[in-house]
T-cell receptor, first 113, second 113 residues
């Protein structure tokens, strides 16, 4: 158990809908990262937050947005969903310990039908 | 830019050695290695930082050639449990080794009895 908690674990929704994925980082970690992993694809970096502020953006679509709240949990909002958005979405967190090692949550499986 | 990993896949017999390579087209400040079993979260193996500092797994070693912008992961005396997809992640800039941490497409390692 990495200490990073993601909910929901599985989600099935229809095209055009909107979903919110939630992440609670490890206790004390200020940085949160979101990654998308599609079938047979690597880990695509979406966005990174540090202590509530957006720190870096990757290949995140305009239909997607994220935020990190004062209690450091984070949410990834996916809207106008398309079939191609079906993927495993990982949240990860890091702190100052162990050279900023990034710890991944178990992921949220999103299926768009 | 996404780092490039090679080989894409490798099959070993238990006890054999393997090397997985990771190269980047831009300057490296840190290299992170992870192993992922199918459908599970990536698990941290090792982080190599600019300047030679390493933190990681006792039975796995890695090299980091800053000049060539390359890293290699060395798996010796492989065990069945080593099977999985190995990802290297590169990122960072001075002062932030996890900045925009971007992963390669992965190397699928299969260890057979």
């Amino acid at each position: 158990d990495s200490g990073v908690t993601q909910t929901p674990k599985h989600l099935i929704t229809a095209t055009g809908q909107r979903v919110t994925l939630r992440c609670s980082p490890r206790s004390g970690d200020l940085s949160v990262y979101w990654y998308q992993q599609s079938l047979d694809q690597g880990l695509q970096f979406l966005i990174q937050y540090y202590n509530g502020e957006e720190r870096a953006k990757g290949n995140i679509l305009e239909r997607f947005s994220a935020q990190q709240f004062p209690d450091l949990h984070s949410e990834l909002n996916l809207s106008s969903l398309e079939l191609g958005d079906s993927a495993l979405y990982f949240c990860a967190s890091s702190g100052r310990a162990k050279g900023n090692t990034i710890y991944f949550g178990e992921g949220s499986w999103l299926t768009v039908v | 830019q996404q780092p490039v990993q090679s080989p894409q896949a490798v099959i070993l017999r238990e006890g054999e050695d393997a090397v997985i390579n990771c190269s980047s087209s831009k300057a490296l400040y840190s290299v992170h290695w992870y192993r992922q079993k199918h459908g599970e979260a990536p698990v941290f193996l090792m982080i190599l930082l600019k300047g030679g500092e390493q933190k990681g797994h006792d039975k796995i070693s890695a090299s980091f050639n800053e000049k060539k912008q390359q890293s290699s992961l060395y798996l010796t005396a492989s065990q069945l449990s080593y099977s999985g997809t190995y990802f290297c992640g590169t990122g960072g800039q001075s002062g932030g080794s996890n900045y925009k941490l971007t992963f390669g497409k992965g190397t699928l390692l299969t260890v057979n009895p």
